[in-house]
Structures are given as structure tokens and as C-alpha cells.
């Protein structure tokens, strides 16, 4: 499964200097609207130390991470769902990603031109209106051509009403994703993009980074919705340097983990997933799963062939393994079992599959 989450905001809020901090690239930066025109495309490895110790216990060199897309989409004005800024090209860019990292200017400076406010939560509204207008258009677009499609075949009927009442929360100018009555399976093929999941990520001064009543406040602008307080940058400044030194310079500032890595933790738990690992002499993986997938579900991440001949998983949890020393230290002293087809994957579990094809 391949994660992509779209970086979106107003111009000048921070969001190509954390992109180009999250994916070590370098996209154009500068003080002045639509510095981004075509969206920048960065992939990312998901930080997991346990594949070089899997690694070390089966003799292999290659290690092959889970990744993340991150693309860099131009500021967003008021007026982008009707083309200000060259809106329509860049909410297009959008559609494609599986979630919205929503970048927010939490900081003061005089030389840096907006086309927002200095108020995070009116900057959030002015995005999350284009957004909703987008939709609205794509909703009224679709309407009628599925009201005349539901008078000759009654079992779209409830598709139909929940378009109704999709256009209904957006005329509110709500988000669909806050909506719990709406149900999204119905609404997949049109790609809206506000029934994307959204991080907020309010980007504050580095001086500010260990304010807690500030980053409360900040947080509650937007929940129930994940929100993450970084300092884009102070993320550019761990650009290049040693893990060392780079845990050095976060707890300088009082953080424990960068902003990649808490992003792609609050990208995980609001899209629901979860990795799971595979391990041998060829190479060691982690594979990018739904939380709640079955063991063949899981298998069928690797091959679609796994996952139609499926026979049995035989699993073994991480820390057993690296506890055992060895995979057949932990067989010998029962740690791996044998699970069927109606098993659980745990984010823990080091899992070899049997097929028949």
C-alpha cells in the first residue's frame, strides 16, 4: 500500500521548508506567492529501527522500509476553486493523495508576505472554504446526472440520498470527513477532497516550539483532528547532520522526535494503518497495512497470488525474535505459531506466508 500525503496552505506559511526538511530535497523557496508551481514530489522511508536489528539476526544487507509520498502543492488563495492562483490546477493535485498535512503559520514576521491573516484559525477557514467550494462544485456537477440514474434503478436510491445530504453539510460549510452520517463508500469516485483526513501541522518559531499552553490552544482550533507543533525551521536545520547530533539538536529545543517522524505516526493513526515485517536472508521489509487486516489481506500486500492461495501465516513477534537470537531459536522454544485465515496482523509480528497458486 503506498501512502501519499499532500502538503497544502497558504503561500509563504513554512510549506516547502518542511517539505524540503521531510523529504531532504530542495524545492524552490522564496518570500513571494506560487514559488511552487508544479507540485514537488518527495518519498520518504519510514523511520523503523527494527529493520537493522532483523537484519543483523538474519545476515542480510538489504533493508527495504515502508514509504511515504509527500507532494508539495502550491499555496492555496481565496478564490482557488474558482481558478484565483491557479486554484483548479493545484486542489487537482490533491485528489490523488491518500490524506492532507494542512501547513498553518503560527509565528510573526513582518517580511514575510501572506495572502492570509495572522490568525491561525481564520487561515485555516479561508483553505478549508476553497476546499469545500471545490466540492460543492463537483457535488452539484454530479447531482442531477444521478438523480435521473436513481429514478430508473431504485437501489442507487441511497446513493443519491447521500449526496443530498453530502451537498447539505457542504452548503454548511462543513468538512465531509467531520460528518459521521455520510456514508464516504458512496462517495469514492468522486475524489473530495474534503473526505480526506487532514493533520494539521501549525508551524510556530523555534523559541515557541515548548510553549504547552500555546500548543494547546493551537490544538484545539482543529480537533478532534491531529495536530502537530514543529518549527519548519528547526526541521531544516536537522537537515544533513548524524542521528546523534540530530537527537542532540531536537532535545536543545526540548523534542523528542522530528517532525517527519511525528507526522508520519499522526498520518498512520488518522488513516487507520499499521506495518507489519517480513524478515529473511534475502532481505528484511516493512509492509503498510490496514489496522484490522486479516493474515491474508496482509499477504496480499506483498502479491495478490499470496493472498488468493493463501494456506497458513507463521508468526513470530519482533521482540520474541530478537529475544531468540534467531528465527529457529524461536521456533524451538514455541514462539512462532501457526495462524489461519481469520488472524489479526499485529503491528509487532514478523510473518512468513504459505501459499499454494
Not at 529493520?51 to 499555496?75: Q, S, W
Not at 493545484?90 to 503559520?105: G, P
Not at 470527513?177 to 473526505?195: M, R, V
Not at 544533513?240 to 537527537?247: A, I, N, V
Request: overall charge negative; hydrophobic content about 45%; some cysteine.
Amino acid at each position: 500500500m503506498s501512502l501519499s500525503i499532500g502538503i497544502v496552505g497558504l503561500p509563504n506559511v513554512g510549506k516547502s521548508t518542511l517539505f524540503n526538511a521531510l523529504t531532504d530535497a530542495n524545492a524552490l523557496i522564496a518570500n513571494y506567492p506560487f514559488a511552487t508551481i508544479e507540485p514537488n514530489t518527495g518519498v520518504v522511508p519510514v523511520p523503523d529501527e527494527r529493520l537493522e536489528k532483523l537484519a543483523k539476526v538474519f545476515k542480510t544487507e538489504k533493508i527495504v522500509p515502508a514509504t511515504v509520498k509527500f507532494v508539495d502543492i502550491a499555496g492555496l488563495v481565496a478564490g482557488a476553486h474558482q481558478g484565483e492562483g491557479l486554484g483548479n490546477q493545484f486542489l487537482a493535485h490533491i485528489r490523488a493523495c491518500n490524506a492532507i498535512c494542512h501547513v498553518v503559520r503560527a509565528f510573526e514576521d513582518e517580511n514575510v508576505q501572506n495572502k492570509g491573516t495572522s490568525d491561525p484559525k481564520k487561515d485555516i477557514e479561508i483553505i478549508n472554504t476553497e476546499l469545500v467550494l471545490a466540492d460543492l462544485a463537483t457535488v452539484n456537477k454530479r447531482l442531477p446526472v444521478l438523480e435521473k440514474e436513481a429514478k430508473a434503478d431504485p437501489k442507487l436510491k441511497p446513493i443519491y440520498d447521500n449526496l443530498l445530504t453530502t451537498k447539505k453539510i457542504l452548503e454548511e460549510n462543513k468538512l465531509i470527513i467531520s460528518a459521521p452520517q455520510i456514508n464516504l463508500e458512496y462517495l469514492t469516485d468522486l475524489f473530495l477532497l474534503t473526505a480526506k483526513p487532514v493533520i494539521y501541522v501549525f508551524n510556530v518559531d523555534e523559541k515557541n516550539l515548548n510553549k504547552l499552553e500555546n500548543n494547546k490552544n493551537l490544538s484545539a482550533i482543529v480537533e478532534p483532528s491531529e495536530a502537530i507543533i514543529i518549527s519548519a525551521k528547526l526541521e531544516d536545520e536537522l537537515r544533513g547532520l548524524d542521528e546523534t547530533d540530530r537527537q542532540e539538536l531536537l532535545e536543545s529545543y526540548g523534542q523528542k522526535e522530528s517532525g517527519l517522524v511525528q507526522l508520519i505516526h499522526a498520518a498512520y493513526k488518522t488513516l487507520g494503518l499499521q506495518s507489519f515485517l517480513t524478515a529473511g536472508e534475502k532481505e528484511v521489509r516493512a509492509w503498510t497495512i490496514n489496522r484490522g487486516a486479516t493474515a491474508p489481506q496482509a499477504a496480499g500486500a506483498i502479491h495478490t497470488d499470496f493472498e488468493r492461495g493463501f494456506i497458513n501465516a507463521q508468526v513470530v513477534t519482533y521482540q520474541d525474535l530478537i529475544a531468540a537470537g534467531s528465527l529457529a531459536a524461536a521456533r524451538a522454544v514455541g514462539k512462532v505459531r501457526t495462524e489461519g485465515k481469520a488472524y489479526i496482523v499485529q503491528p509487532d509480528d514478523v510473518v512468513e506466508f504459505r501459499f499454494n497458486v
